[in-house]
């Protein structure tokens, strides 16, 4: 049986072009990118190179780019870096409903010191209503605002150009992590209000354990990781070069296919979409009247919880998964589909679905079928169904 992956929003394969950019740092061009020898000067380079193409693909100066372990340290880097950058400012931090665990619980973190955190509802669709950012901070100052480009279970795109807008009137700093919209939709920080935007390479084809993190220039923020002056002294620890070659190549890749792969990614969508809803009756679709990610898709079938529907997924050879990789197995109701407000039991049933550079029609159209088949199945063998046989 073929397997077919559609948990690309969990991780996404390394591209082979990437792949082959980056084997050279691992072997012959090994070299400490702060050696003074021409190992060293190699690293360098290559380090420096990959940071233009990084910072090309968001619109940022190069100088203002800086490479970390992943988007969680990115959003770690931001949110505390900020708050030990600014303690003598107000001790109030916003942050969107739907926000990933790195951002829930840097800002959970900050409680300690005595930081207030204030969570910004959503709308049906997952949206943070501007109105409400705009609302918060007129009603006093604010040491953050922190939200998302782009929901990782929805996939529900924030208007970050709105949000961010208030937030420079109000001179309070905006933070946002652009994890999963990076190479799945334009992002542009020369032209949209953002001071802080987080990346993970291993969501757009690069490897594992490389992100970066953009820093508007003179806004303040405190380093978190100490140590040699590697990053122009603002994060230290030996560069992970073939990592950073890593992100520079998959973000060129990115760059070059983003509209035409966001185009085909929705069609897909679409056809996935529309095809579940021709053959499996009582399908929803959560947040689909928001502007979405072009790849993601959370459905739930009425009456089949999403734990339930995985695991036979799984034995079908399907890979999906319900809200964020690293909640697989939590028998909870998805915090975002409840933010949204579903109800319990439709927050139960919320499957995510995503479409990958790698998905085909015909992988689509097999999904569709499979997932069918166990849905089918599973309602028979519910007790609901079993009481009236
Ligand atoms: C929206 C979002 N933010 C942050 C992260 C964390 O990124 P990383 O896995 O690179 O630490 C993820 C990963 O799932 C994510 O989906």
């Known amino acids: 049986m073929q397997r077919i992956y559609l948990d690309y929003n969990a991780t996404t394969p390394v591209d082979p072009d990437v792949l082959e950019a980056m084997r050279p740092y691992f072997t012959e061009r090994f070299g400490n990118s702060m050696s003074g020898h021409s190992f060293g000067v190699e690293a360098r380079d290559a380090l420096e190179a990959a940071r233009a193409s990084v910072a090309d693909l968001v619109g940022a100066p190069t100088d203002r780019l800086f490479f970390t372990s992943g988007g969680s340290e990115s959003i770690n880097w931001a949110i505390k870096g900020l708050a030990f950058a600014r303690l003598d400012a107000a001790k109030r931090i916003l942050v969107g409903a739907t926000e990933h665990h790195a951002v829930e619980e840097s800002v959970h973190w900050l409680r300690r010191f005595g930081f207030r955190v204030e969570v910004l509802a959503v709308d049906a669709e997952g949206r943070v209503p501007p109105v409400a950012v705009a609302k918060a901070l007129e009603a006093g100052p604010a040491l953050l605002v922190s939200v998302m480009w782009a929901n990782n279970e929805v996939g529900t795109v924030q208007d970050v150009a709105a949000i961010g807008a208030t937030c420079r009137r109000h001179g309070v700093p905006f933070i946002v992590d652009a994890v999963q919209?990076?190479?799945?939709?334009?992002?542009?920080?020369?032209?949209?209000?953002?001071?802080?935007?987080?990346?993970?390479?291993?969501?757009?084809?690069?490897?594992?354990?490389?992100?970066?993190?953009?820093?508007?220039?003179?806004?303040?923020?405190?380093?978190?990781?100490?140590?040699?002056?590697?990053?122009?002294?603002?994060?230290?620890?030996?560069?992970?070069?073939?990592?950073?070659?890593?992100?520079?190549?998959?973000?060129?890749?990115?760059?070059?296919?983003?509209?035409?792969?966001?185009?085909?990614?929705?069609?897909?969508?679409?056809?996935?979409?529309?095809?579940?809803?021709?053959?499996?009756?009582?399908?929803?679709?959560?947040?689909?009247?928001?502007?979405?990610?072009?790849?993601?898709?959370?459905?739930?079938?009425?009456?089949?919880?999403?734990?339930?529907?995985?695991?036979?997924?799984?034995?079908?050879?399907?890979?999906?998964?319900?809200g964020a990789a690293c909640r697989a197995g939590v028998h909870l109701?998805?915090?975002?589909?409840?933010?949204?407000?579903?109800?319990?039991?439709?927050?139960?049933?919320?499957?995510?679905?995503?479409?990958?550079?790698?998905?085909?029609?015909?992988?689509?159209?097999?999904?569709?079928r499979r997932i069918a088949d166990s849905v089918r199945a599973l309602r028979h063998a519910s007790p609901a169904s079993a009481a009236k046989r």
């Open 181 to 322: 919209a990076a190479g799945k939709v334009a992002i542009d920080v020369s032209r949209a209000p953002v001071d802080f935007l987080a990346l993970g390479a291993h969501k757009f084809y690069g490897p594992k354990g490389v992100g970066a993190l953009y820093v508007r220039a003179g806004v303040e923020l405190e380093n978190v990781v100490h140590g040699a002056g590697h990053e122009s002294g603002r994060r230290a620890g030996t560069s992970n070069v073939a990592g950073a070659v890593g992100i520079g190549a998959a973000s060129r890749k990115a760059k070059a296919l983003v509209g035409g792969e966001s185009t085909r990614a929705a069609q897909l969508r679409d056809r996935f979409e529309a095809g579940l809803g021709a053959i499996i009756a009582d399908t929803r679709v959560n947040g689909a009247a928001a502007a979405r990610l072009p790849n993601t898709s959370n459905v739930g079938f009425d009456g089949v919880l999403a734990q339930e529907l995985l695991v036979d997924l799984d034995r079908r050879g399907i890979a999906a998964s319900a």
């Open 333 to 368: 109701p998805s915090p975002t589909l409840s933010a949204m407000g579903l109800s319990r039991e439709r927050a139960l049933a919320g499957v995510r679905f995503c479409i990958g550079r790698f998905t085909d029609e015909s992988a689509v159209d097999e999904a569709v």
